[in-house]
């Protein structure tokens, strides 16, 4: 077997595998009522990616650490301004509802967060097929336990990934459908990777910082907004414990992954 049919065949498993699992308890009838609690559990989930995972795995990489918070800085203004493009869009073809906050943590916000979180996890699993390309290309071992390494961190991701996309109105089909494409990105990065690995590694900084700072941009400028319509303390308690989990779950899936 050739190293990029390697490379090929862990993308799509890797990428399909951890949707479907991921889909299994996201999909399930009787999570729907557990859609607010998985929408705190993303949140955790994303910023513990972030700034566990993403960024530091993007210092280590660059060059210069103040382009790399710059190129994080434009990230994040780029996609207020796409969210804007999505409203002024929105508003001319319907009520501008879209400009208004969450009116509670169960109410869509008109598919801004689920496009949001969709680019941010399309570049972020580009990327992962460029790390895949780069582990098989040093030795197939390498390659095979990395790949599982991914499976394993993108299961909690994307399940995160679901409570957003039905938070925001999509449908279960349709934010299947959605992740599914968004998975196969990893089978661009890793047939480039394998092409043209020199140029590519010196970019994977640069794809990295515009990955945090899109799942950085949804859950705080999106998602955290939505909580505080629930100022209860009962469901303060509740929010932030579920937070805490997101954060353990990445933290213990790294932690055990790089072991």
């Known amino acids: 077997m050739s190293t990029l049919a390697w490379i090929v065949a862990s993308s799509i ?4 595998l951890s949707v479907l699992l991921a889909a299994i308890f996201a999909l399930n009838e009787r999570m729907q009522r557990y859609l607010g609690a998985m929408v705190s559990y993303a949140i955790g ?24 918070s710059g190129t994080v800085l434009f990230g994040i203004l780029l996609f207020f301004v796409l969210e804007k ?18 009116a509670s943590e169960h109410d869509h ?3 801004r967060s689920g496009l949001m979180v969709t680019v941010g996890d399309t570049v ?38 679901f409570a957003i996309l039905l938070h925001s109105g999509y449908g279960r ?4 459908k959605y992740n599914m494409i968004s998975s196969f990105a990893s089978v661009a990065g890793g047939v480039l990777g394998y092409l043209t690995l020199q140029t590519m590694q010196s970019w994977i900084p640069t794809m990295l ?51």
């Open 109 to 111: 916000d008109h598919g």
């Open 45 to 68: 989930a994303m910023l513990a990616a972030v700034f566990l995972d993403v960024l530091p795995e993007a210092i280590k990489q660059t060059k210069s650490v103040p382009v790399l």
């Open 85 to 102: 493009m999505v409203l002024w869009r929105h508003c001319h073809q319907e009520h501008c509802e879209g400009h208004e906050l969450l």
């Open 173 to 176: 089909v349709r934010a299947l």
């Open 209 to 259: 910082a515009l990955a945090a700072a899109s799942l950085l941009y949804v859950a705080v400028a999106d998602l955290i907004p939505g909580l505080h319509k629930r100022a209860h303390l009962r469901d303060t308690v509740q929010q932030v414990l579920l937070i805490l989990m997101g954060v353990a779950t990445v933290a213990l899936t790294i932690h055990f992954m790089a072991e």
């Open 124 to 161: 972020h699993n580009f990327v992962d097929g460029i790390i895949i390309a780069a582990a098989f290309l040093t030795d197939t071992h390498l390659g095979v336990v990395t790949a599982v390494a991914i499976i394993a961190h993108e299961i909690p991701q994307e399940v995160g990934d």
């Open 13 to 16: 498993m890797g990428g399909a």
